[in-house]
């Protein structure tokens, strides 16, 4: 899908068009058409070109319309914040400041197809707005890859003719023996045949696409679930099997992304997961260890987490699940793991995934992940995140696309996706799920 068809996308958003925004509303952003005012009490801000938000405070409101309002905006770079012409030279800050994040047609796709099957207009007109929301790109199989150059290609023009530098967001996830302490994801290689092989492979395709387009920065998320297996789950025979093949897998991932310029993240799992106490030590030094095999390359930036999952930023009460793990939410987490990693020589920066993490006290245990029932689409992406150890929130998981299916007959079936804290009925997973996006929807907090 060209910019064409997007901008066509952005066209139909409908004129909903309320008097004010209540607190926590959106209140602004590239192809919003709603109120450009707050409520009493409450202030327009800026999170990034996409919304602006109405946050409690008495300082004087960002006006709305300095945010463009065409399908791309057209402020200027600073030199200081700009892409380096070639890859050679890393930025000392953050990768997203003075980027535009391209947003992902074929997830806008999903969104105006998952739009339009709402009856209720209100809802339907939240639910279109999603698509304005930057999310990540998840290269899941080697048929995707295609799919990277046309977006490059479609982020350079758009930078090219706006004059404003993009960012793309993408997931590297194909591991062979991938998720190998789970079945809903398991991916297209195995270790038997060819597995590492063919994942070099699948890297280089990746490295051919990005560096055709040089002006365009990219940011990647590294193998979801794959090195926190490798803390907890080596007792599980084909966890401990694919050690040695996910360690050298990922150090080719990193070596050859970061010598092209890529900003990696490797997946840290989640504060249920790594955040005990028990398991910090250990998930430091493998962490440490992956990054100095990989050469130590300052475009290996640090880790992501939260990747698909439900944890609050900072929780306001630990939730009861919880219990036993004084890091219950993700900025203890980091607050916890980062000076671990410091120890270790790595001054890690992290990004924290809260694309459905707006409602909290829903699942029944921690390590409860599939499709979760009464779940809500959570923080906008912004580099507003309230701690120096953390470069941005986003959205790596697309909200709507499914973790895994409830039929028990199928050879993905886990059977954590029929828990009782599990949407049901549930569709393969990767794929859209609609009622569950329209709980996303209506469960959005704060509210879309």
Not at 384 to 412: A, F, H, M, Q, Y
């Amino acid at each position: 899908m060209k910019s064409a068809a997007f901008l066509a996308l952005v066209a139909l958003l409908p004129a909903f068009t309320v008097a004010q925004s209540a607190v926590w509303g959106q209140c602004g952003g590239i192809g919003w058409t709603g109120a450009t005012t707050c409520a009493s009490g409450s202030v327009c801000t800026e999170q990034n070109a996409y919304y602006s938000q109405c946050l409690p405070g008495t300082a004087a409101p960002t006006s709305a319309s300095s945010v463009p309002s065409s399908s791309h905006p057209t402020s200027t770079v600073s030199s200081s914040s700009s892409a380096p012409s070639t890859s050679s030279t890393p930025t000392a800050g953050n990768p997203w400041t003075g980027y535009q994040i391209y947003l992902s047609p074929y997830y806008a796709a999903e969104i105006q197809a998952g739009a339009a099957a709402i009856t209720d207009p209100t809802l339907s007109a939240k639910a279109l707005s999603v698509a304005q929301i930057p999310t990540f790109t998840w290269l899941d199989s080697v048929s995707k890859v295609p799919d990277l150059g046309t977006y490059l290609a479609d982020a350079s023009s758009i930078g090219t003719s706006t004059g404003q530098k993009q960012l793309v967001q993408i997931v590297i996830y194909d591991l062979p023996d991938r998720d190998c302490a789970a079945k809903a994801s398991n991916g297209e290689f195995t270790i038997a045949d060819n597995g590492q092989a063919n994942y070099e492979n699948y890297i280089d395709q990746v490295v051919a696409q990005i560096k055709q387009y040089p002006d365009v920065r990219v940011v990647a998320v590294i193998e979801p679930d794959s090195l926190a297996n490798l803390v907890t789950n080596l007792s599980v025979q084909k966890c401990a099997n694919a050690q040695t093949t996910y360690l050298a897998c990922v150090n080719y991932a990193l070596t050859q992304l970061s010598a092209l310029g890529v900003y990696t993240y490797m997946d840290a799992g989640h504060a249920g997961w790594l955040g005990w106490p028990a398991n910090l030590g250990p998930a430091a030094q493998l962490f440490s260890q992956v990054w100095t095999n990989a050469g130590k390359s300052p475009f290996i930036k640090g880790l992501a987490t939260n990747v698909a999952n439900y944890n609050a930023l900072s929780a306001a009460s630990p939730d009861p699940i919880t219990q036993g793990d004084p890091n219950y939410d993700e900025l203890l987490y980091i607050q916890a793991l980062a000076p671990q990693l410091q120890a270790q020589g790595w001054s890690a920066t992290f990004i924290v995934d809260q694309g459905r993490s707006g409602q909290q006290n829903l699942r029944q245990a921690w390590g409860d992940w599939c499709n979760i029932k009464g779940a809500g689409y959570g923080t906008r992406p912004t580099t507003s995140t309230g701690s120096p150890l953390i470069d941005s929130i986003v959205w790596v998981k697309p909200g709507g696309e499914c973790d895994g299916t409830s039929n028990s007959s199928s050879p993905r079936y886990d059977s954590t996706c029929s828990l009782s804290d599990a949407t049901q009925p549930a569709p393969e997973a990767g794929t859209w799920f609609q009622a569950y996006f329209e709980t996303l929807v209506s469960q959005a907090n704060p509210p879309l």
